[in-house]
């Protein structure tokens, strides 16, 4: 059973810089992509970046050149780093993990963008 673990989630003033973490359990994580995904109050949960077992990025345009995902397999670890934070960035950062048809996701952690 695959097992993932957000963490890293906090209060930050606007134009911040914050770094998630996503920790694996129960698997080989490196040979998932794995995406990150946010959801705010009231909205729907929206794609924000993704890296694939390759290492090949991409990302959502209203986080693009802030943010940057980074996998250290070593770990089973997948990173979000973000930098530049501003208050629409408020949200519950979810990880997922996907493998064909295999689809995990992580509890989620807390980022608000708040002075």
């Known amino acids: 059973q695959v097992q993932l673990v957000e963490s890293g989630g906090a209060l930050v003033q606007p134009g911040g810089s914050l770094t998630l973490s996503c920790a694996a359990s129960g698997t080989i994580f490196s040979i998932y992509a794995v995406a990150w995904h946010r959801q705010a109050p009231g909205e729907q949960r929206e794609f924000v970046a993704v890296i694939s077992s390759g290492g090949t990025r991409m990302y959502a345009d209203s986080v693009k050149g802030r943010f940057t995902i980074f996998r250290d397999n070593a770990k089973n670890t997948v990173y979000l780093e973000m930098n530049g934070l501003k208050p629409e960035d408020t949200a519950v950062y979810y990880c997922?993990?996907?493998?064909?048809?295999?689809?995990?996701w992580g509890q989620g952690t807390q980022v608000t963008v708040s002075s």
């Open positions: 997922k993990a996907v493998r064909g048809r295999d689809e995990y």
